[in-house]
């Protein structure tokens, strides 16, 4: 049985014990390094204004793509937790082009991918005032102001909700949160990071991004602490 089979049957203890090689890691978490808010801005607008769109909407797969995920991935985690609604929601908004560069990274066999759509990042950005904010901080995002607001009302009209529910979400999140935890034994081992580093584990982990962002689509909208179960889940 694989380290991978494994992860799915386990506790965290098990695991750590099984590894036999895990390293503590320190009691207090890492100070991430970030940029300032204006860079920020300055990101998500070339993003926004770039090719990732295009891309996501032809929905080719390249491996090419990993570096570009990662790069996101790594701008984006240290205002993951900020108290700013805007700098905040920027931040999730270029996590999410980089889960769209992960999802395709590597074939998997779920098809269509829930890729992120351009339309409901520009509702995201009317919604957080992240519009206002970037072109406070001289990076101007051009949206479809009109239609943007048009489908944010859409959205929050009861008659168009389009939540399952009976769909358990509470579930989805424990499920998730204790992948996350396993996860983080794999990557405190170097028996587990060799495990990471496998295809089957790169197959694994696209088709658990897809998985998330299933069930993250429907509550990235909602309040803030809705916003929250959508990082847990992707």
Same mark, same amino acid.
């Given at each position: 049985? /694989?380290?991978?089979?494994?992860?799915?049957?386990?506790?965290?203890?098990?695991?750590?014990?099984?590894?036999?090689?895990?390293?503590?890691?320190?009691?207090?978490?890492?100070?991430?390094?970030?940029?300032?808010?204006?860079?920020?801005?300055?990101?998500? !607008?070339?993003?926004?204004h770039g090719e990732c769109w295009d891309t996501f909407a032809a929905g080719a797969v390249?491996? =090419?793509?990993?570096?570009?995920?990662?790069?996101?991935?790594?701008? /984006?985690?240290?205002?993951?937790?900020?108290?700013?609604? =805007?700098?905040?929601?920027?931040?999730?908004?270029?996590?999410?082009?980089?889960?769209?560069?992960?999802?395709?990274?590597?074939?998997?066999?779920?098809?269509?991918?829930?890729? &992120?759509?351009k339309v409901f990042a520009e509702v995201v950005m009317r919604a957080l005032g992240i519009?206002?904010? !970037?072109?406070?901080?001289?990076? &101007?995002?051009?949206?479809?102001?009109?239609? =943007?607001?048009?489908?944010?009302?859409?959205?929050?009209?009861?008659?168009?909700?389009?939540?399952?529910?009976? !769909?358990?979400?509470?579930?989805?999140?424990?499920?998730?949160?204790?992948?996350?935890?396993?996860?983080?034994?794999?990557?405190?081992?170097?028996?587990?990071?060799?495990?990471?580093? /496998?295809?089957?584990?790169?197959?694994?982990?696209?088709?658990?991004?897809?998985?998330?962002?299933?069930?993250?689509?429907?509550?990235?909208?909602?309040?803030r602490r809705d916003r929250k179960v959508s990082h847990r889940l992707t």
């Open positions: 049985m /694989s380290v991978l089979d494994l992860v799915e049957r386990i506790a965290r203890d098990e695991l750590a014990e099984l590894l036999g090689d895990v390293t503590q890691p320190p009691a207090e978490e890492p100070v991430l390094v970030r940029g300032t808010e204006e860079q920020l801005a300055a990101q998500l !607008a070339a993003e926004h390249s491996e =090419a793509f990993t570096g570009r995920a990662l790069d996101l991935y790594h701008a /984006s985690t240290p205002w993951l937790r900020d108290d700013n609604d =805007a700098a905040e929601g920027a931040a999730e908004l270029l996590r999410q082009i980089g889960d769209g560069y992960a999802m395709l990274s590597y074939p998997v066999d779920t098809s269509p991918l829930p890729l &992120p759509l519009d206002a904010w !970037a072109a406070a901080l001289g990076h &101007p995002l051009e949206l479809d102001v009109a239609e =943007a607001d048009y489908q944010l009302e859409h959205h929050q009209d009861p008659d168009t909700d389009d939540r399952d529910p009976d !769909a358990d979400l509470a579930g989805a999140v424990d499920t998730a949160t204790r992948r996350f935890e396993l996860l983080e034994v794999l990557c405190d081992s170097p028996t587990g990071r060799t495990a990471l580093q /496998s295809d089957g584990f790169r197959r694994f982990a696209v088709e658990q991004l897809v998985a998330g962002h299933a069930w993250a689509f429907w509550v990235r909208l909602g309040p």
